[in-house]
Nanobody
Framework: QVQLVESGGGSVQAGGSLRLSCAASGDVFNLLALQWWYQAPGKARELIAWITKDSRTDYVGSVKGRFTISRDDAGNTVTLQMNDLQPKDTGVYYC?????????WGRGTQVTVFS
């Protein structure tokens, strides 16, 4: 089992930055990837950034060039640096992880971007 806990959400003016962190504990070594997901109000959750066990990263087009995912050397903390935030980025951000059997979720952290 894996436990994921997000932190770092909040409110920011458009054009500003926030840094989200996800602390992973438990069977972290078995995770294939750690991910950040985004859910806008009334919409489905969507994958926006991920980092694999061998540190390959990728992003969806809407955040590419603005968001950066990284992981500490121990592999237990994943960070999402979000720059040039816009009101469209407002929503709940979830940390996710998966191994060969299960998918894991954090409880999410709210990000609000005001113009």
């Amino acid at each position: 089992q894996v436990q994921l806990v997000e932190s770092g959400g909040g409110s920011v003016q458009a054009g500003g930055s926030l840094r989200l962190s996800c602390a992973a504990s438990g069977d972290v070594f078995n995770l294939l990837a750690l991910q950040w997901w985004y859910q806008a109000p009334g919409k489905a959750r969507e994958l926006i950034a991920w980092i694999t066990k061998d540190s390959r990263t990728d992003y969806v087009g809407s955040v590419k060039g603005r968001f950066t995912i990284s992981r500490d050397d121990a592999g237990n903390t994943v960070t999402l640096q979000m720059n040039d935030l816009q009101p469209k980025d407002t929503g709940v951000y979830y940390c996710g992880g998966e191994d060969y059997v299960n998918r894991y979720w954090g409880r999410g952290t709210q990000v609000t971007v005001f113009s």
